[in-house]
Structures are given as C-alpha cells and as structure tokens.
C-alpha cells in the first residue's frame, strides 16, 4: 500500500514551457487536491476533484489546468511556466468515511522555473 | 484578513520543555481543527484533530481549542528532537460531499539537545 506518490520529484522549467505532474493513490478515495508550498505561505489549494469526472478551482487556479483521469490518478499541468510557479506541490486524497477526515499527502513535487 | 493566521517562526526550544503551538481563525461557523506535522522534505501528515471548543490529549501532545476567542494551540511535553518539524494548523471544512483544509503558515519548530 503506497499511499499517495507523484512525480517526477524534482523539476527544472525554463519560462514558457510545459509540463505536467502526476498524483495516484491506491487508497480508493474520491477526493483529490493540489495544494503548492510556499515559504510564510503555508498550503493552498490550486485544483480539487470531489469525485471522478469532476474539478473545481481552488484558491490559486490561475496558470493551471487539472485531469482526473480515473478515480486513482489525478494530473496537475502547467502549461506555459513562469518563476512565479516556483514552489513544492503536494497532492492529497480523502474520503469521508465515519470519522476520517484525514487527508493524505504525497512526499511533494520540487518545481524551479528559471 | 487571512482565515488561519499563524506565526511562522521559528521556535528553538531545547531538550524537555514544553512548546506552545498557536493559531486564531476568523470564522466562528468552523467546528474541525486539524493539526499536522511536516518533517522536512516531506509531506504533511495528520497529528490530531479536534472537534468543536475543548481539550484532546494523545501522548505528549494536547490540541486544545477556545471557540469565545477563536484561538486554537498545540502544546507539546517533554519535547524532543525528534518533535522538530513544520507544525501546521488547519481547518477542515465540508462542501459538496467533499472535505477542503485551510491551512496557517505553518510554524517550524527546531529542539535542540
């Protein structure tokens, strides 16, 4: 049972071009989100998917595009990257499931865009 | 104003004492607390949660949450090295059959020997 993984790791972006980060779970949950980490900044939320086949904005939409392939994966695009992207992103999943409000974290993704 | 305000720090404490963790929200409607862990270059991970106003004990650890001042804290005994991370204060809303967290800053907590 992994949990949450992404990848790649680690990324270097020059400004203008694309990429897109991966997210699975294997915990069969409906919920998915991508939050980014900055310094002072704590989480926010870019992108969520309560279920599979839906999206919505979070709090910092802007410069992203999201897919929820299938209820265990669910991809975080940048498609023209400028520094101000800069910063680690996180995927999470949840269910909610009695007294489970927890939600789990992937180890995180290191973007730097030059 | 910002949902969650939380002091970033950071806290150097040493070995054995006692560390106070604090965060104050602004609306009065939130009812889930969350606190969770970050050890660095990792993800967040739960610690504990509390419901509504009062206490929860788990080990060493105690979320305590004050609704009249909308304050909520993490107290830690007996800190130990292996305690030093980023602490971060959360609330855990519902909308739409889905679970949304609002974080603080986070507060990164270093305890030396």
């Known amino acids: 049972n992994a949990g949450v993984t992404q990848t790649p790791k680690f990324q270097v972006l020059k400004t203008g071009q694309s990429m897109t980060l991966q997210c699975a779970q294997d915990?069969?949950?409906?919920?998915m989100y991508w939050y980014r980490q900055d310094p002072g900044m704590g989480l926010r939320l870019i992108y969520y998917?309560?279920?599979?086949?839906?999206?919505d904005k979070g709090e910092v939409p802007n410069g992203y595009n999201v897919s929820r392939l299938n209820k265990r994966e669910f991809s975080l695009r940048l498609e023209s990257a400028a520094p101000s992207q800069t910063s680690v992103y996180f995927c999470?999943?949840?269910?909610?499931?009695?007294?489970?409000?927890?939600?789990?974290f992937g180890p995180g993704t290191r973007l730097t865009v030059t | 104003q910002k949902e969650v305000e939380q002091d970033p720090g950071p806290l150097s404490v040493p070995e054995g004492a006692i560390v106070s963790l604090n965060c104050t929200y602004s609306n009065s409607a939130f009812q889930y607390f969350m606190w969770y862990r970050q050890y660095s270059r990792k993800g967040p991970e739960l610690l504990m949660y509390?419901?509504?106003?009062g206490n929860k004990e788990d080990g060493r650890f105690t979320a305590q949450v004050d609704k009249s001042s909308k304050y909520i804290s993490l107290f830690i005994r007996d800190s130990q090295p292996s305690d030093s991370a980023t602490y971060l204060c959360?609330?855990?809303?519902?909308?739409?059959?889905?679970?949304?967290?609002?974080f603080g800053a986070g507060t990164r907590l270093a305890v030396h020997p």
């Open positions: 959360a609330i855990l809303t519902f909308s739409g059959g889905y679970n949304k967290l609002i």
């Open positions: 915990m069969n949950h409906n919920s």
């Open positions: 999470a999943s949840s269910d909610l499931a009695g007294e489970s409000y927890e939600q789990y």
């Open positions: 509390t419901y509504s106003s």
């Open positions: 998917s309560a279920s599979e086949g839906t999206t």
